[in-house]
């Protein structure tokens, strides 16, 4: 497989996006290090072949930046996991813009609220972020838990969507 790379300017700093031939995000994050999107990919996933180029993604991370907060919705993603992680994931893109959940209430909706550690792995293993909005999932107290591409990157997205975040204690 072949596989697109860019990276962008954005807000919050660099963001780089690898997409398969189709445009489909398989891996995206606030990094110029290209080695650490890639690495995001199962090996059984990773492209064979990796050209910089332009991805339709930029446009819709831009256009996400500039205030439009559904512009990430309309882009496609590839994702291999488990049936529960694609479900966790497809969960992922149905949570509203300033309206996070908590690792329960993700657990919930999965089918097993107890299933809190298996909800935050889903989050863990997410490789489009943005696209797969992993960052707005919190901590039961409302606290940001954690974020693969940092703290202060999973603030200031909860801050753009106008999400209330509470700072732990």
């Keep these: 497989m072949t596989a697109i790379i860019q990276t962008i300017d954005t807000a919050d700093g660099p963001f780089t996006i690898l997409a398969d031939e189709q445009q489909r995000v398989l891996a995206s994050g606030w990094t110029v290090d290209q080695a650490s999107i890639v690495g995001r990919l199962a090996a059984s996933a990773r492209p064979d ?4 180029g332009e991805t339709d ?7 996400y930046y500039a205030g439009d907060l559904t512009a990430i919705d309309a882009v496609a ?24 959940l908590t690792y329960t209430s993700f657990a919930a909706r999965l089918g097993n609220p107890r299933a809190v550690r298996a909800a935050a792995s889903i989050c863990a293993r997410n490789a489009p972020a943005l696209f797969v909005p992993c960052h707005r999932v919190l901590r039961t107290d409302g606290s940001l838990g954690g974020f693969a591409w940092g703290l202060p990157v999973k603030e200031s997205l909860l801050a753009r969507e106008g999400a209330r975040v509470t700072t732990a204690v």
Excluded: C, H, N, Y
């Design 57 to 63: 993604a930029a446009d819709a991370t831009l256009a």
């Design 49 to 52: 072949d990796i050209r910089e």
């Design 77 to 100: 993603v590839k994702q291999t996991g488990t049936i529960l992680q694609l479900a966790g994931w497809a969960e992922l893109r149905a949570i509203d813009p300033g309206v996070p």
